[in-house]
């Protein structure tokens, strides 16, 4: 069976052609943290603060410490990520991507699994 990716809230599955359409209104309208759930039970998680994301992909349960997209050029840090408690966090931006870059790593990994093979990517297992 081919991997399937859903909102936590909606088992309907999340096609990867308009995973980028849902991320991008869903921030638009405030909802800086987005999670994908897997039916190989991995998550897909990306929290923005609108121009850049951190990209994490989680495997098999609570406590993986997973996997991120990285900017290995950029310098300085970033505020205003809002996660869903409402907790606002401030990252290094080499830990984060440019929101396109962003969405285009979370199509890939809902179309193939894994991320762009051209993504600068980081295991933190």
């Keep these: 069976m081919e991997e399937q990716w ?4 909606d088992t309907r599955p999340v096609e990867a052609p308009k995973v980028a359409e849902l991320i991008q209104r869903r921030v638009s309208e405030g909802t800086m ?10 998550t897909i998680v990306l929290v923005s603060n609108g121009s850049r994301a951190m990209v994490m992909l989680l495997d098999h349960g609570n406590g993986d410490p997973g996997e991120h997209a ?5 310098a300085g ?3 205003g990520f809002v ?8 990252y290094p931006d080499h830990d984060t ?3 396109r870059e962003a969405l285009r790593i979370v199509t890939h990994l809902v179309a ?3 991320p ?3 993504a600068s990517w980081h295991v933190d297992r």
């Design 6 to 9: 859903h909102l936590p809230e």
């Design 33 to 42: 943290t987005t999670w994908l759930e897997s039916s190989r039970g991995r």
């Design 70 to 74: 990285t900017d290995p050029t950029a």
């Design 77 to 79: 840090s970033s505020d």
């Design 83 to 90: 996660l869903e408690n409402g907790q606002v966090d401030e």
């Design 97 to 99: 991507v440019p929101m």
């Design 112 to 114: 193939d699994g894994t």
């Design 116 to 118: 762009p093979s051209d």
